[in-house]
Structures are given as structure tokens and as C-alpha cells.
């Protein structure tokens, strides 16, 4: 179940780096936020 949700938000995390941001400085963020959600979920 863990490892579903794991691999659900890294998937959405890639899709809207993809869609929402133009920059590397952008993705950047979105990875270091999609990250933190990861450890909390994994909490």
C-alpha cells in the first residue's frame, strides 16, 4: 500500500513538474515539495 502511494505522488510530482514549470529552478522545487510530501506520508 505505502509503495502504491509512493509511486502515485512521485508520478503526479513528475506530471505537473512537466506541465506547471518552465524553468530548472522551477522543477527544482516542485521535486524538493514532492519529496517532502514523500516523507510525510511515509511518517
Do not use: H
Not at 505537473?16 to 514523500?38: F, P, Y
Amino acid at each position: 500500500m505505502l509503495k502504491k502511494s509512493i509511486i502515485a505522488i512521485f508520478s503526479l510530482m513528475i506530471l505537473a513538474s512537466l506541465t506547471a514549470c518552465n524553468t530548472t529552478k522551477g522543477v527544482g522545487k516542485d521535486v524538493q515539495a514532492g519529496g517532502e510530501a514523500i516523507q510525510r506520508s511515509a511518517e
